[in-house]
Each structure stands twice: as structure tokens, then as C-alpha cells.
């Protein structure tokens, strides 16, 4: 009986045996038939996506609060668009350390062209500083449809600064006396930094939070200066309230001619704001060019263009290889900036 059960067994081990290898045979092939499928179907699913791109509602991932001027841009860009793709093109407002949160949520979405980054120059920054670990090229863009060259000082209507030249010899003569709102790490602290290298100065750089505090602590003169777009608190300057000390561009602007250049003043500094649009970096190629070519139609579109110049920006569109390349200019800029800190 023993003998009998041990041979039971053994056939048994043997035919288990045989199955698996059959299977695994059966499953190797199918494999790669249906690897060989898979390549196709990806292919078709990816032309099916871009041919009914988009599904649904687009989100704008903002990183920036609401009432800022990435929002205002982001907004008004938005109402043009969803004209183009004929979906809502709903703003989430994503705020926290810098951009970083906001940014690191579209990259973490799901690479569908159902949610993209609406952001600005600070991308650069975060990641020269060490505050994350990507950058612009790790977003597959679509495009710079915005530049903004109203970045300027502001000061309220009781400060003794007339003139940008005013501050400087005042800072200089009174180190760290100067206050000068911020958000350390943003767009506006590298602006202050080449200031202070350009002239030798030091400021009292205060982070007060984002675009609503900053002009609440200049109101409230709790502040003497704040960096920010002119576009952005022109109403301020109209009432009275506030005073432009000049923007940081090459030449005065069209959009705001009577208004001096920072290098008109004898300070070296031009800073351009741009606002770029970004997708997931898997986000299938023939989606991201639907989206971009929107995005092209809307910056040329002459009733957004018309809308856009109130805030005092500029339509100024660059396909994804133009503002690679202009990033990639303005990040080693930025990052030499640093180095000299």
C-alpha cells in the first residue's frame, strides 16, 4: 500500500508538473502576442485620446492664491480657451511653499491632458534653491503664451522714496533698514537679491505671504516697499494710494510708457515674468498639441489680447521648443544670481 501511495504521489507531481510548463509555455506565448497587440493598441488608444481630447473639464493648476496676478492671468486666459476646446477650463488655486505644492500635484496627476500647470518664473527658482527636485523639464510644455514686464517697487503714497534712486541711497547710508516684502525663494526675492548686488545695499527682506498681504502690509505701512506687477495694483496708483518706483525692464513698456525703467535709474536690473502652461511629463504628444495649439489661437486672439493689456501684461506666445530654450536661458541666469550670493 505504501509503495502504491508513494507512486500515486509521484504521478501526480508529474502531471502537475507538465501543467505548469504548459501553462507557462501557453502564457509566454500569449505574452507576446499580446505584447505585440499591447504596442498596437497603445498606439490607437493614443490616437483615439487626441481625437476626442478633451473628455471633460480641464483643470488649471495654479500655485499661487486667488487675486494674485497668476490668478487674474490664469482666469482670463481661461475664458478664452475653453472657447478653443470647447470644455469649462475650471482654476484650482493650489498654494504652499513656494509653487511647490501646486506644480508637484499636476506632475502626481494622471497624464490624461485633464489637469496642467499654470505657473511662472519661481519653478526655476524652487529647484535652484534645493526646495525640490524638478523643474520646467520635467513638465512637457505647451508653450509660454504670457510675458509680463510691469514687475516693479511699490511704496504707499505717504513714503519720502520718490524715486527708485531715493531708496538706494537711503539703504545704502541705513543697512537693513529698508523693509521689503517677499516670499522667500519667489520670483520677487531674486529680484531683491539683484538689487542688493547690484548696488551694494541691504535691505530688511520680510516674507509676509502672498500677493493680498503684501499689499495689506504696504497699505497699512506696515512695510516700506513691495515688489510686484504693476498691472496687478494699478488701481492703487490711480486712487493714490500707491507709487511706482519703476518697473525692472530693458525699455519702457507700450502698455505703461510714462512709467522709468529701473536702468533709466542707474540700477542694472530687468527681470521678465513669464507664465507657461504644463503638462504631466507622459501626457501623449498628439494631446499636449491639441492643447497647444489653443493655446497659440487664444494669445493671438485680438479680444483676449485687448483684455490681457488692462492687467498690463503682454500676449507674447512661444511654442514648447521656444520657451525650453528661453527657460533654459533665464534658469542660468538665475542660477548665477545665486552663485554670487
Given at each position: ?272 515674468k513669464f507664465f507657461f502652461f504644463g503638462f504631466p511629463s507622459d501626457t501623449p504628444e498628439e ?55
Open positions: 500500500m505504501k509503495g502504491y501511495m508513494k507512486k500515486l504521489v509521484l504521478m501526480f507531481a508529474v502531471l502537475f508538473l507538465s501543467a505548469v510548463i504548459v501553462g507557462c509555455s501557453s502564457e509566454g506565448g500569449s505574452g507576446e502576442a499580446s505584447e505585440s497587440s499591447g504596442n498596437g493598441e497603445q498606439g490607437s488608444s493614443s490616437e483615439a485620446a487626441a481625437s476626442n481630447y478633451p473628455t471633460g473639464p480641464i483643470t488649471v493648476v495654479v500655485p499661487a492664491g486667488a487675486g494674485g496676478d497668476t490668478d487674474i492671468n490664469a482666469r482670463t486666459f481661461a475664458k478664452y480657451l475653453e472657447q478653443e476646446l470647447g470644455q469649462p477650463v475650471v482654476i484650482s488655486n493650489v498654494t504652499g511653499a513656494g509653487g511647490t505644492v501646486g506644480a508637484r500635484e499636476v506632475l502626481d496627476s494622471a497624464a490624461d491632458g485633464q489637469t496642467v500647470l499654470f505657473f511662472h518664473n519661481s519653478l526655476l527658482l524652487n529647484k535652484i534653491l534645493g526646495l525640490v527636485d524638478f523643474s520646467y523639464d520635467d513638465f512637457k510644455l505647451a508653450g509660454i503664451p504670457i510675458l509680463d514686464e510691469g514687475n516693479t517697487f511699490m511704496v504707499n503714497s505717504d513714503s519720502p522714496f520718490e524715486d527708485l534712486q531715493d531708496l538706494v541711497d537711503y539703504a545704502r547710508e541705513n543697512p537693513n533698514e529698508v523693509s521689503i516684502a517677499t516670499e522667500v525663494g519667489g520670483f520677487t526675492h531674486l529680484q531683491l537679491l539683484a538689487l542688493e548686488q547690484d548696488q551694494g545695499i541691504e535691505l530688511n527682506i520680510v516674507d509676509v505671504g502672498g500677493a493680498a498681504d503684501k499689499i495689506a502690509a504696504l497699505l497699512g505701512g506696515h512695510i516700506d516697499i513691495v515688489p510686484t506687477s504693476l498691472g496687478l495694483v494699478q488701481e492703487y496708483v490711480e486712487s493714490g494710494d500707491m507709487r511706482t518706483l519703476g518697473i525692472m525692464a530693458a525699455e519702457r513698456s507700450d502698455l505703461m510708457p510714462d512709467v522709468p525703467t529701473f536702468v533709466e535709474q542707474g540700477v542694472d536690473s530687468s527681470f521678465e494631446v499636449v498639441e491639441i492643447f497647444t495649439n489653443a493655446v497659440e489661437t487664444v494669445a493671438s486672439n485680438d479680444e483676449y489680447r485687448a483684455e490681457a493689456e488692462k492687467y498690463l501684461v503682454a500676449p507674447t506666445y512661444m511654442s514648447p521648443e521656444e520657451a525650453a530654450s528661453y527657460m533654459q536661458e533665464t534658469e542660468a541666469y538665475y542660477e548665477e544670481l545665486y552663485a554670487e550670493e
